[in-house]
């Protein structure tokens, strides 16, 4: 379980980019994480796994308190936490297999990982990643040689290979096409399902956040807004969201999978 | 931008007319200055000199040719420790640059002042002359090939450590936050992150710094640093004019296969 008690970030600039956020994740819950640019949303799941540092407020995940662990601890925890970026975030010259390696490296020591002497169960799960998403056959090449979607997926692999807790999941369609987006967010939600794994997904894009999370927060200039079912979104909630607009067309009703079964 | 309106509708130019007037002013001034400072030179120059240099360049290259071709037979040592200076001196250089790179960087610096004494490390050795610093190698170890090497590496660290500073600090850092993200130690963020987005251009700054290094290692000899600068200084003192012009020659061929390896080498590295 996930808990933010009173976060709240100013940045050295001044801007206060959270305001006092509280939040629950209970474990296996994937909520999506909407509200317009600038709202927060990135610094919000950085505060969690400190790539941002919060200004004041607690952090839990499960017991552990990580707003004040020392880096060793933080380390510790930040296996437990895997993340995915809008950019995908490959190390671009290095492999497939390497990056999705490169999500061991809370466990292996420097030499190990300098010679790239992972554990054999390390590497047998970094392949049965690869098959799941559909990427085996790309496992040697370089990632810069992927296209968008199959970048993400080693993503995906790279965030999964930590046996992590809990996702924290940024923009992960916003460089990728309409169908794309979708083959990735069903397959982080199966993941997500299949592993009992708990995500926050920032998303722009309202109608993907409702067919794919079982629970939507809306953030607005670094408040929580909304916090509620995913068809709790109607137009007026938008409106206090994003501001005045017409949302009718958006939130047609959600009906899923019109498109073609699963991932190429 | 100053919008002027007129009867006939809005007039466009540049600048307003009295900022237009400040800069040919400025011109005005400018030209002034270069005026007298001709006049200055001229007066402090021996015309008779100058107006006989054509001939003496005709007399030089007269006397020059034909290149003396058996001195090559003494000049095979001297170039081969030319090389060896570039070379080695090169590999010095990268081997203390890399690190002062990675202090000097902003995103890599371990602190403010490691940061600071870098960035000295870097003016210091770059700002002196590579003969300034064969003169004192040479007081120091002794004249000879060991002098030259050092000077050239020494004199290099600072080239090669602002460039390879500069490829760290425009790596990707969203790349590196990932490998943070999954718990990696400082350590393993450098080796996973950070390195493999600049070993590329690594690669390149040692082999465009050895390119630069040949040429710099030819002139050493002239102040004893060894390598084919010392038998160029002979043969100019001696008035060997033959001789001098096949050291050229050598010195042109050795710098063009230098440029020619290192385009080749780069280019199938980028």
Same mark, same amino acid.
């Given at each position: 379980?996930?808990?933010?008690?009173?976060?709240?970030?100013?940045?050295?600039?001044?801007?206060? /980019?959270?305001?006092?956020?509280?939040?629950?994740?209970?474990?296996?819950?994937?909520?999506?994480?909407?509200?317009?640019?600038?709202?927060?949303?990135?610094?919000?799941?950085?505060?969690?796994?400190?790539?941002?540092?919060? !200004?004041?407020?607690?952090?839990?995940?499960?017991?552990?308190?990580?707003?004040?662990?020392?880096?060793?601890? =933080?380390?510790?925890?930040?296996?437990?936490?895997?993340?995915?970026?809008?950019?995908?975030?490959?190390?671009?010259?290095?492999?497939?297999?390497?990056?999705?390696?490169?999500?061991?490296?809370?466990? *292996?020591?420097?030499?190990?990982?300098?010679?790239?002497?992972?554990?054999?169960?390390?590497?047998?799960?970094?392949?049965?990643?690869?098959?799941?998403?559909?990427?085996?056959?790309?496992?040697?090449?370089?990632?810069?040689?992927?296209?968008?979607?199959?970048?993400?997926?080693?993503?995906?692999?790279?965030?999964?290979?930590?046996?992590?807790?809990?996702?924290?999941?940024?923009?992960?369609?916003?460089?990728?096409?309409?169908?794309?987006?979708?083959?990735?967010?069903?397959?982080?939600?199966?993941?997500?399902?299949?592993?009992?794994?708990?995500?926050?997904?920032?998303?722009?894009?309202?109608?993907?956040?409702?067919?794919?999370?079982?629970?939507?927060?809306?953030?607005?200039?670094?408040?929580?807004?909304? &916090?509620?079912?995913?068809?709790?979104?109607?137009?007026?909630? =938008?409106?206090?969201?994003?501001?005045?607009?017409?949302?009718?067309?958006?939130?047609? &009703?959600?009906?899923?999978?019109?498109?073609?079964?699963?991932?190429? | 931008?100053?919008?002027?309106? !007129?009867? &006939?509708?809005?007039?466009?130019?540049?600048?307003? !007319?009295?900022?237009?007037? =400040?800069?040919?002013?400025?011109?005005?001034?400018?030209?002034?200055? /270069?005026?007298?400072?001709?006049?200055?030179?001229?007066?402090?120059?021996?015309?008779?000199?100058?107006?006989?240099?054509?001939?003496?360049? *005709?007399?030089?290259?007269?006397?020059?040719?034909?290149?003396?071709?058996?001195?090559? &037979?003494?000049? %095979?040592?001297?170039? %081969?420790?030319?090389?060896?200076?570039?070379?080695?001196?090169?590999?010095?250089?990268?081997?203390?640059?890399?690190?002062?790179?990675?202090?000097?960087?902003?995103?890599?610096?371990?602190?403010?002042?490691?940061?600071?004494?870098?960035?000295?490390?870097?003016?210091?050795?770059?700002?002196?002359?590579?003969?300034? %610093?064969?003169?004192?190698?040479?007081?120091?170890?002794?004249?000879? *090939?060991?002098?030259?090497?050092?000077?050239?590496?020494?004199?290099?660290?600072?080239?090669?450590?602002?460039?390879?500073?500069?490829?760290?600090?425009?790596?990707?850092?969203?790349?590196?936050?990932?490998?943070?993200? !999954?718990?990696?130690?400082?350590?393993?963020?450098?080796?996973?992150?950070?390195?493999?987005?600049?070993?590329?251009?690594?690669?390149?700054?040692?082999?465009?710094? %050895?390119?630069?290094?040949?040429?710099?290692?030819? $002139? =050493?000899?002239?102040?004893?640093?060894?390598?084919?600068?010392?038998?160029?200084?002979?043969?100019?003192?001696?008035?060997?004019?033959?001789? *001098?012009?096949?050291?050229?020659?050598? $010195?042109?061929?050795?710098?063009?296969?230098?440029?020619?390896?290192?385009?080749?080498?780069?280019? /199938?590295?980028?």
């Amino acid at each position: 379980m996930l808990r933010l008690e009173n976060v709240l970030k100013r940045y050295k600039t001044g801007d206060v /980019a959270l305001k006092n956020v509280s939040l629950e994740i209970p474990d296996g819950q994937v909520i999506a994480l909407i509200g317009p640019s600038g709202a927060g949303k990135s610094t919000l799941i950085r505060c969690v796994n400190r790539l941002v540092e919060p !200004t004041e407020g607690k952090i839990y995940l499960g017991d552990t308190e990580l707003t004040t662990l020392p880096p060793r601890e =933080l380390r510790k925890a930040r296996r437990r936490m895997g993340m995915i970026f809008q950019e995908y975030a490959l190390v671009e010259r290095l492999t497939v297999m390497e990056n999705v390696l490169s999500g061991r490296l809370g466990y *292996v020591g420097f030499w190990q990982s300098f010679f790239r002497k992972f554990p054999k169960k390390d590497v047998q799960e970094a392949y049965r990643l690869l098959d799941r998403v559909g990427l085996m056959h790309m496992a040697d090449k370089r990632a810069d040689e992927l296209s968008g979607g199959q970048r993400q997926r080693v993503g995906i692999c790279r965030a999964l290979i930590q046996d992590p807790d809990l996702l924290l999941v940024d923009e992960p369609t916003a460089s990728l096409d309409p169908k794309t987006s979708r083959q990735i967010m069903r397959l982080i939600n199966e993941l997500c399902d299949e592993r009992g794994l708990a995500a926050i997904i920032n998303i722009h894009d309202v109608l993907l956040a409702q067919m794919y999370s079982q629970r939507v927060v809306g953030l607005k200039e670094g408040e929580i807004v909304y &916090d509620g079912p995913p068809d709790g979104l109607k137009p007026d909630v =938008l409106t206090e969201i994003y501001g005045e607009e017409d949302w009718e067309a958006t939130i047609e &009703d959600v009906d899923e999978d019109e498109e073609e079964a699963s991932s190429k | 931008m100053p919008k002027i309106d !007129t009867a &006939d509708g809005p007039v466009w130019q540049r600048r307003r !007319t009295s900022k237009q007037r =400040l800069i040919w002013f400025g011109w005005l001034i400018a030209v002034a200055i /270069a005026a007298y400072a001709w006049h200055l030179i001229s007066e402090k120059t021996i015309w008779f000199f100058v107006w006989d240099a054509p001939q003496q360049m *005709v007399d030089i290259s007269r006397r020059m040719v034909p290149p003396a071709w058996s001195y090559m &037979d003494v000049l %095979w040592k001297p170039i %081969w420790d030319t090389l060896n200076i570039a070379t080695i001196g090169s590999m010095i250089s990268m081997a203390i640059a890399i690190p002062v790179a990675f202090a000097a960087a902003h995103n890599t610096t371990p602190h403010k002042l490691v940061r600071a004494f870098a960035l000295l490390i870097i003016v210091a050795t770059r700002s002196i002359n590579s003969l300034v %610093w064969a003169l004192l190698l040479v007081v120091i170890v002794g004249p000879g *090939v060991l002098a030259g090497t050092l000077a050239i590496g020494i004199r290099s660290i600072g080239g090669c450590a602002k460039l390879l500073y500069e490829s760290i600090e425009e790596i990707n850092q969203t790349q590196v936050e990932a490998i943070e993200a !999954t718990g990696a130690s400082p350590a393993q963020k450098m080796i996973y992150g950070v390195l493999p987005q600049v070993l590329p251009t690594f690669a390149g700054v040692g082999v465009f710094r %050895w390119d630069v290094n040949v040429r710099g290692s030819t $002139i =050493l000899g002239i102040v004893g640093a060894g390598g084919i600068g010392v038998q160029l200084n002979g043969s100019i003192n001696t008035l060997a004019w033959t001789q *001098v012009s096949m050291i050229l020659l050598v $010195i042109l061929v050795a710098v063009i296969l230098s440029e020619w390896i290192s385009a080749k080498v780069r280019h /199938a590295i980028i």
